[in-house]
């Protein structure tokens, strides 16, 4: 199981590092209280919980690509949402 909880602590500082940036920058912009991108934040957060849990409780890496799916969705919504605002 430590292979699993060190991969997983390594995922934790890839791709959320998007979701940070995404959040700063529409904090920025002053849509940090828009409910778009509040839904779309607390998916992204919701999801990493369960990423987490599916990466080191079990070995299914199908259910792990579907909630990293949804997690990547949220994120590409969110720039998304910035990008509509420049």
Request: glycine share 12%; charged share 10%.
């Given at each position: 199981m430590e292979p699993r909880i060190s991969a997983n602590l390594s995922n934790q500082f890839e791709w959320p590092v998007f979701f940070y940036i995404a959040c700063l920058a529409l904090m920025m912009k002053e849509?940090?209280?828009n409910?778009?991108?509040i839904s779309?934040?607390?998916v992204f957060i919701l999801g990493r919980v369960i990423h987490s849990g599916v990466q080191i409780?079990?070995?299914n890496v199908r259910?792990?690509?579907l909630v990293f799916t949804i997690n990547f969705?949220?994120?590409l919504a969110m720039w998304c949402l910035l990008l509509l605002t420049l």
């Open positions: 849509l940090g209280s409910i778009v991108f779309l934040a607390w409780l079990t070995d259910l792990r690509g969705l949220a994120v």
